[in-house]
């Protein structure tokens, strides 16, 4: 519904809706907040701006972003500003509801003559002044809300334009409009709305921070030149895309293993033009999506990225996604071993689990992987080639070998299945292994391993 004007009735502010079929519908002022034109396929935007860019539109434009034509008039103030090459109109009835918020308490003071001083009073103590509330029944919710409220009150009350549009919002009402005068403030915000073309028609809009560019009233000299609106910063978004680092293996990969697939076959849609392997394909497809941070049309080859989308929703909706992913995960988390013992030196654990070697503390890369990073090779590849026995090997072969015993270590394989996964003879990883122990560059590239994966540089290569 389109909040279109304010008519007053028996001293009482009233808002006009228009629906979309052109009928009016009287809607109380403390009920009116509620309401707002649906977009639930719209998109988000966050970034700054400064009100003094903001320009004025026209209601009928923004209206018929909505496909609303009938009805409606010019008592609507709408503003018109840009984000990136983005043209964004919102109206000032979305833009009170943020700024003098919580709407259900702050209204009914806002749209009142005198409704600032009835909310709170000036303090001044020998420490200074500050705004205070006055005892009423909604000072509890006031100090109580998520939306800084008293820091709202106490900005409004401060800074001479932002009290000058507190008490124009009570002004333009009187003469039947819905609008403000802007304060004189930089801002940063997130907005959703319907777009079409270049142009964001808003539906919601929220005011993270406030920095006020004027200078308080002389008696709040001391007052504080940022202020916090939301409890959400503009640093605190949430990743563009769902990641689930817990998909991959200990080795990095994410591919569906043969014994994985006997156990999810079943559970995934059966079409009569798909065969098991395109089916294993759409699945990898999907778990690469997660496991990597990915969006849709990122995803390989493996699976088709639009085709993957399209079975994950099937899968969500058939509720089969989460018994699928709950054998991945059982399959892939990390084995707790009953017996740990220390050989060799302090940062080396054996595992009695087939009595394999496994190193316990050796960490994975960010990305999950454990293979070495460009950067770990540069600094790895001169310690390799102090090592006796290992000279005589081409850089290539080096870093393969280093690699399959850092996999060895750190997953807890056996060294004929890394050998058989990284096509390096068993006895010549071992020989490698012993080798660098024995001339005590294991622990030199463990130690760089250590420090570049978990505190960024190694000390030891500072110095």
Known sequence: MWLDRIQRSNGKFLIVGISSDGMENIIELQDAYRYRLSCPQGRYLRASTSFGLWSRATARQYAAGYSMTKGVTEHHVIYSFSCNSMKILLPSWILQRDLFSPPNTMFKYLYTIYGL?????????????????????????????????????????????????????????????????LPDAEITYSVHGNVLGDTLFADHFRVTTLRPIEGPMDWAASAQKEFRFDERSNHDVKPRYKTDKNLLRKDGTFVVSDQEWLEIESMMMRTGNRTSSQNRELLNGIIQKFALGLPWSGVSRLADGCSADKEYRILLRKKRWSDIKEVLLKRRSKSKSAEKMSVDSDFIKKTRFGGRLRDHDLPSRISGMWTMSTREWDVIRPIIRKSTRMRATSLARHRLIVDSIICK??????????ARTHGIPRTTLLRAY???????????IRAVLCDARIKGVPSWIRN
């Open 434 to 444: 012993e080798t660098l122990k024995r001339d005590g560059q294991w622990a030199k």
């Open 409 to 418: 270590l750190a997953i807890g394989s056996t060294w004929a299945d890394v």
């Open 117 to 181: 001083e009835c909310l709170c009073y000036r303090k001044v103590s020998e420490s200074g002044y500050s705004v205070e509330l006055t005892p009423t029944h909604d000072k509890h919710h006031l100090l109580a809300s998520t939306k800084h409220a008293l820091d709202r009150i106490t900005w409004f009350f401060s800074y001479p334009s932002a009290n000058r549009a507190w008490k124009s919002v009570y002004d333009y009402a009187r003469c039947g409009e819905i609008g403000l005068e």
